[in-house]
């Protein structure tokens, strides 16, 4: 957690030490920062990079946000510039930790939510990961002289915050490149690295300023008051934090093979921070292990794994064919033993456009052998009349299949 130099609000003192609430509430900056990540759950351990001439002082505001910290809380003087003292915290993160958080203490507000989905979105796959929000105001490109440029479509902006997650050795490499950037998302960029967006929140408002002051002294006072609540967080069993145990999603997908589910799970999962389940992906992990009957043994494998991301509190997509009765019972009964929010969904798709895709797409799981279109007339398929949504894909992008989805998620 960064609690660099920054911007000032006063002339002698760093805003991570400015004091916010009231009476004997009142703490620095960086104290309600560092009690934020330290609610968080799965920490290692936290490393607070201080200007180095206020070292005293940022060691007094984390103690007194952790007294009796859960893990160990170091405090280092970090260096000249924002990515000097990002790389001097990192080198003090012990070795065996392997995902790494970068969070501004001036955000100091952030709801746990915000950190879990960026954990979750980096353990699923995703080596570099920033929240964001949505642009609402028209932005405007201008010149040296002021003059208005371009307006840029605000549909494809978002303002990026922090926590910033990253595989350990990403943003090793991303540092050993020598560069400097306002943040460390944009030092994976630079050296082609792709950047994952989660959703963020406005409580994670960045301090800059004295009427940001204002709106974080209300949180400070009422975390509830002045702002959106933060979603909740916590797996079916509950929340150690005590907020309200959040419920997970198991969409579970069936259809045709070419009828656009590793498309439409994709393109629902990502933003959601979901877990993927693909049981082409478990069925080809299986044959590679010498598995002799991968169709029943994937299915159970998939079962399985989705269980446990659902006991974690996340959202699941199934991506199946999904053929029989028994193979949409075993997955009803995985929702109602994780005591998730099950959608059934079923997609299908026009006979021209989906001949068109079955014998124009390419494998991307290795050694996974496509069906023939003449296979596909023929498998073992039976209707789905009691799915809860019948999904048409012909011609529909996936965004626009999403909002379908999510709309019928919101009925529920």
Known sequence: MAA???????????????????????????????????????????????????????????????????????????????????AAGLRAVPQEVGI????????????????ERVVAAVRHGHAAVVPAVRVTDTVKTVDARDHVVATPDRSALRAVQTPQGFLRETLERAH???????????????????V?????????????????????TAWAGAPAAGAPA?????????????????????LVLGGLPGTGKTT????WAGPRGAAHVRVDTVEQALIRAGADRVGVQGYAAA?????????????????????LPVTRAAWRDVATDAGATLLEVELTCA?????????????????????????????????WPEADLSVDTTGRPAPELVAQIEEQLRTR
């Not at 050993?176 to 792709?194: I, K, P, S, Y």
């Not at 974690?312 to 999904?322: E, I, K, R």
């Open 230 to 250: 933060a979603p909740p967080t916590a797996s079916r069993q509950g929340d150690v934090r005590g907020e309200v145990p959040r419920v997970p999603t198991l």
């Open 196 to 216: 994952f967006i989660v959703d963020g929140d406005q409580r994670s408002l960045k301090v800059t300023g004295p009427d940001d002051l204002v709106r974080v």
């Open 4 to 86: 660099g130099r920054g911007t000032r609000l006063g002339a002698d003192r760093p805003k991570a030490l400015v004091p916010i609430g009231e009476g004997p509430d009142a703490a620095p900056l960086v104290t309600h920062a560092l009690r934020g990540v330290l609610s968080c759950p799965d920490l290692c351990a936290v490393v607070v990079v201080a200007p180095p001439d206020r070292m005293p002082e940022l060691t007094a505001a984390v103690r007194l946000a952790a007294p009796e910290a859960p893990v160990e809380v170091r405090v280092v003087p970090g260096g000249a510039e924002r990515t000097d003292s990002v």
């Open 303 to 323: 079962y399985a794994l989705a269980a446990d991301q659902l006991a974690l509190g996340l959202d699941v997509v199934a991506d199946s064919v999904n053929p």
């Open 176 to 194: 050993r490149t020598g560069e400097q950037a306002t943040d460390d998302a944009g030092l994976v960029e630079a050296m082609g690295g792709a």
């Open 264 to 267: 439409l799970a994709r393109a």
């Open 351 to 383: 006979p021209g456009e989906h001949r068109e895709r079955v014998e124009h797409r390419a494998p991307d799981i290795p050694g996974h052998r496509l069906p023939e279109w003449s296979e596909i007339l023929v498998s073992d398929y039976q209707p």
């Open 100 to 115: 790494v958080l970068v969070h501004d203490a001036a955000r100091a507000f952030t709801p746990a939510a915000v950190f």
